[in-house]
């Protein structure tokens, strides 16, 4: 059974700080991996999406990046923190070649 | 671009009533896959329904949606809402490009009273 883990769970962090959150699926090879932004109480807005290592699009940058360094692992960061970024962040996975999306635990955000 | 179109904010009813969430879509792919996904409180989203085929009714625990090409509408309903209903519910559309991911209604906030 695949299993997809986020860390950190939940990160308090300053205005101008750096942010590294990850995403690990195990158990399938070569998914398609996505980000999602959640702004409390907000719709899911859609970040960047994988289907390869090494390769990432972005769909909505809101200042940040991602990156895909091994093909069971999604990171998303940015240099400098936005109070704007607070938030549920959210990794995602699917099938090669299948539409529906399976959402990992998240992460909650919070900058002051 | 792709839109999804639904229920606006906050739907409130008493538990054993029927509850009804609409949702429409735009796009240029004459065969889209439509979901349904449900977020209770401090959790992530959840797949609850898919769809692809016209007039072709899908039900998974309850619920039940059936996407009507003809209006770009895949409603979700539910004969009786129970307590552990209360959720928000999203929409949620894909196009032909399944690598792109999926385009999101602003969700759909539901009470269930006792």
């Known amino acids: 059974a695949q299993t997809i883990h986020q860390w950190p769970v939940a990160e308090i962090k300053a205005v101008g700080s750096p942010l590294s959150l990850g995403c690990t699926i195990k158990g399938k090879s070569s998914p398609n991996l996505y980000w999602y932004w959640q702004a409390t109480g907000g719709t899911l807005q859609q970040l960047f999406y994988?289907?390869?290592?090494?390769?990432v699009e972005s769909v909505v940058q809101l200042n940040l990046s991602a990156s895909r360094p091994k093909d069971d692992q999604f990171i998303l960061s940015t240099e400098k923190l936005l109070l704007s970024h607070s938030g549920f962040y959210l990794c995602?996975?699917?099938?090669?070649?299948?539409?529906?999306?399976?959402f990992g635990p998240g992460t909650r955000l919070t900058v002051l | 671009g792709d839109s999804v179109t639904q229920t606006e904010g906050l739907v409130t009813l008493t538990e054993g009533l029927p509850v009804m969430l609409n949702c429409t879509y735009q796009t240029i792919y004459s065969n889209p896959f439509l979901f349904w996904y449900v977020q209770h409180l401090n959790e992530s989203p959840r797949l609850l329904l898919k769809?692809?085929?016209?007039?072709k009714r899908t039900e998974h625990q309850g619920f039940h949606a059936t996407l009507h090409k003809s209006s770009s509408s895949f409603h979700l309903q539910k004969s009786s809402a129970q307590l552990s209903d209360s959720a928000l519910y999203y929409c949620a559309l894909s196009g032909n490009n399944y690598a792109q991911g999926l385009t999101f209604g602003l969700g759909t906030r539901v009470s269930v009273f006792p």
């Open positions: 994988s289907i390869t290592v090494g390769q």
């Open positions: 769809s692809f085929t016209d007039n």
């Open positions: 995602a996975w699917s099938l090669e070649q299948s539409y529906e999306q399976y």
